[in-house]
C-alpha cells in the first residue's frame, strides 16, 4: 500500500521550477520512513523462552540468554497515560545493567514472567534505593527547558524602530485585483499576483496587514493593470528577486515560493502601510512575548530548585 502511494506521488506531483523538483523526494520520505520502520519492528520483535537456569530473549537473528544467577533483584513501576495505564518491570542484574519489560508488549506476558519471577530473589533494601523518586532528573529537564525558554526570550528584545530602508523595492505591474483570505489560524491575510514574478506568492499578513492606514485608498490602489511598489526585506529580495545571494536549505525546499510584504506604496509613491503602526503593533508583540517565555522560564525555574532539593533531601 505505501508503495503504491509512493507511486500515486510520482505521478501526480508534477514540478513547476527546480526547487519543486528537489522538493520532491521529500514527499517520499514518510512513507519510506513507515516502511523502514516495520521491518525494523519485525526485526526487533522479542520472544521470551524460559528454562530452568536461564532464560532467553529472541529476536529475528539474535538470541540473548541470561542467567538468574546473574540477577540481583526485580522490581515494578505503574505508570498511568492518558488513555491507557501499564506497568514495567525491572530486572537488575550484578552488573548493574537493567532489563526492561513492559506488560502491554507482550499477550503472553504473564505466563512467561511467573516463571522467570520464580527463580529470581528480590532484594527489598535495594529496591528502596532503585525506587526513590528521579528528582534530579526532573530537575535537569526543567533546568534546561527553563534555559530554553529565556534564550528564545532574547529573540524579542530588538526594540529598534523600522523605516523604509530596512526594505527594498520592487516596482510592479498588478495582474489582478487583491484577494483576501485566511491563513491558517483564521486570520485574514491578501495575496498579491504581480506579471513580472508569476514564481512568488507575494502575502500581506500579521502586523503589515493591520497596519493598513487607509483601506479605501488601498483597495482603490489595487486593481488589475495598477502600477505599485512592493516594500520586501532586504534579505528576502536580494535571495529571490535579485539572486544575488544562495538561498537557504529552508528558503529553497519550505518558503521558495512565500514572500512577505512590508510596505505598499502607489503609482504616486504615497506609502499605504503605516510604519509607525507596524513598530507600535510589533513593540506590544515583543513585550508580551518576553513576558510570556520570562513567566515560563521562571516557573520551570521554580520547578527545578523544587526537585533539586527534592533529591537532596531522598540522598540525605
Known amino acids: 500500500m505505501l508503495t503504491f502511494f509512493i507511486y500515486l506521488i510520482d505521478i501526480n506531483f508534477q514540478p513547476t521550477?527546480?526547487?519543486?523538483?528537489?522538493?520532491?523526494?521529500?514527499?517520499f520520505l514518510f512513507p519510506i520512513l513507515v516502511i523502514i520502520y516495520c521491518f525494523y519492528y519485525l526485526l526487533?520483535?522479542?520472544?521470551?523462552?524460559?528454562?530452568?537456569?536461564?532464560?532467553?530473549?529472541?529476536?529475528?537473528?539474535?538470541?540473548?540468554?541470561?542467567f538468574y544467577s546473574e540477577i540481583k533483584t526485580h522490581y515494578s513501576e505503574e505508570f498511568q497515560g492518558k488513555y491507557s495505564e501499564w506497568t514495567e518491570h525491572y530486572l537488575v542484574f550484578n552488573t548493574d545493567?537493567?532489563?526492561?519489560?513492559?506488560?502491554?508488549?507482550?499477550?503472553?506476558?504473564?505466563?512467561?514472567?511467573?516463571?522467570?519471577?520464580?527463580?529470581?530473589?528480590?532484594?527489598?533494601?535495594?529496591?528502596?534505593?532503585?525506587?526513590?523518586?528521579?528528582?534530579?532528573?526532573?530537575?535537569?529537564i526543567c533546568g534546561i527547558i527553563s534555559l530554553v525558554l529565556f534564550y528564545f526570550s532574547s529573540y524579542f528584545y530588538d526594540f529598534r524602530p523600522i523605516d523604509h530602508k530596512d526594505y527594498l523595492y520592487m516596482q510592479t505591474v498588478l495582474q489582478n485585483d487583491e484577494t483576501f483570505v485566511r491563513n491558517g489560524e483564521g486570520k485574514k491575510q491578501i495575496e498579491i499576483e504581480v506579471i513580472e514574478q508569476k514564481d512568488f506568492n507575494f502575502i500581506i499578513s500579521g502586523n503589515s496587514y493591520a497596519a493598513i492606514s487607509d483601506q479605501y485608498s488601498f483597495n482603490e490602489t489595487f486593481k488589475k493593470g495598477n502600477k505599485i511598489a512592493i516594500g520586501i526585506k532586504k534579505d528576502e529580495f536580494i535571495k529571490k528577486i535579485s539572486k544575488t545571494k544562495k538561498l537557504s536549505f529552508l528558503d529553497k525546499y519550505f518558503n521558495f515560493k512565500l514572500i512577505r510584504v512590508h510596505q505598499i506604496k502607489d503609482a504616486t509613491g504615497k506609502s499605504l502601510i503605516d510604519l509607525?503602526?507596524?513598530?507600535?503593533?510589533?513593540?506590544?508583540?515583543?513585550?508580551?512575548?518576553?513576558?510570556?517565555?520570562?513567566?515560563?522560564?521562571?516557573?520551570?525555574?521554580?520547578?527545578?530548585?523544587?526537585?533539586?532539593?527534592?533529591?537532596?533531601?531522598?540522598?540525605?
Open 17 to 27: 521550477n527546480e526547487y519543486e523538483e528537489d522538493l520532491k523526494p521529500f514527499g
Open 44 to 66: 526487533n520483535q522479542k520472544r521470551f523462552y524460559v528454562y530452568n537456569t536461564y532464560f532467553e530473549i529472541k529476536v529475528l537473528f539474535k538470541t540473548d540468554k541470561y
Open 97 to 140: 545493567e537493567k532489563i526492561t519489560i513492559v506488560t502491554t508488549e507482550y499477550d503472553n506476558f504473564h505466563e512467561f514472567f511467573y516463571e522467570i519471577k520464580q527463580r529470581i530473589k528480590k532484594n527489598k533494601k535495594l529496591n528502596t534505593l532503585l525506587k526513590q523518586p528521579k528528582s534530579l532528573r526532573y530537575a535537569v
Open 276 to 316: 509607525e503602526e507596524i513598530n507600535r503593533l510589533n513593540t506590544e508583540s515583543n513585550y508580551l512575548s518576553i513576558g510570556t517565555l520570562s513567566l515560563f522560564g521562571l516557573l520551570f525555574l521554580f520547578l527545578t530548585f523544587g526537585n533539586y532539593k527534592a533529591h537532596l533531601k531522598t540522598n540525605k
